[in-house]
């Protein structure tokens, strides 16, 4: 896959400062990491859709070259969707296909809730939400994880992968994220102090997101090697909440940076409101 070099860029949000990337044009796509993901994780698969697409991904705050002045307000998952609205309003002409995983799946979420204008199609791909699927082992691995990020970030790290089974999912030939930019210690103490609590605190539920106002699609996937783990049964269960069958996708929880030919495939169908199967 040849590599398309971005557009880069910031722009002021409330308290801070986003860092972006931008390729192709067309109507717009915005692209929202999970975990430690920064604007480039995805890179492979932004190359693709900028075929067609004007393909935005970025930094969240506090994480790598996205920045965060003392004093400002405490990260949420409204926060993070507000930082994705103003991008948005900066970079797209009007509403944009979102897609997340993971926590980005979570922010955007929160996104069509606090600002459905902004939202075209939203595909959210296993999102973690206790509000959906209450598991209490779950909970106490959770907890497990917070107490090691408190101590070792990285054995929490390597915790929260095992969990998810991001750690063992499969990859297309050729796949393969750039090296990380920012520093990793660093992202991971304020992806535990931060980021995690703001997962676990999210009161988000099935009814707040069914009611989300028309023409905003909400598609909910999972991939196909994560059938039974937690986050894919969030995801199945919000689509039955929302009166719709699960998409899968190929991999597992890591699919969109593990299959990006794939994945850029099925979602051009889901942009165009096709059924995949």
Do not use: K
């Amino acid at each position: 896959m040849a590599s398309v070099w971005p557009r880069q860029g910031t722009v002021p949000v409330e308290g801070g400062e986003l860092y972006y990337e931008a390729r192709g044009a067309g109507d717009p796509v915005l692209l929202v990491q999970g975990a430690l993901g920064e604007a480039g994780t995805t890179a492979q698969l932004a190359d693709v859709l900028a075929e067609h697409y004007l393909v935005i991904s970025y930094d969240r705050r506090g994480l790598s070259r996205s920045t965060v002045r003392q004093g400002a307000p405490p990260v949420t998952l409204s926060r993070h969707a507000a930082d994705a609205s103003v991008l948005l309003a900066e970079l797209a002409a009007g509403p944009a296909h979102v897609v997340g995983a993971s926590i980005g799946a979570l922010v955007g979420l929160q996104l069509a809730v606090d600002h459905p204008d902004r939202v075209g199609t939203l595909v959210a791909h296993e999102p973690p939400m206790a509000t959906v699927v209450a598991d209490a082992e779950r909970e106490a691995a959770l907890d497990r994880v917070a107490e090691l990020g408190r101590t070792d970030v990285r054995a929490a790290v390597r915790e929260m992968a095992a969990l998810t089974g991001a750690a063992g999912g499969s990859a297309e030939p050729g796949a393969q994220p750039p090296p990380p930019v920012g520093d990793l210690d660093t992202n991971l103490r304020h992806f535990f102090a931060v980021d995690f609590p703001a997962v676990r605190g999210c009161a988000l539920d099935a009814a707040r997101i069914a009611a989300v106002p028309e023409p905003v699609r909400i598609v909910p996937t999972g991939g196909a090697e994560s059938r039974g783990q937690w986050e894919y049964r969030c995801a199945e269960r919000l689509a039955g909440e929302l009166g719709r069958e699960l998409v899968e996708l190929p991999g597992g929880h890591n699919a969109l940076p593990d299959h990006p030919l794939a994945i850029a495939a099925q979602l051009r169908r889901l942009f165009a409101g096709d059924r995949v199967r």
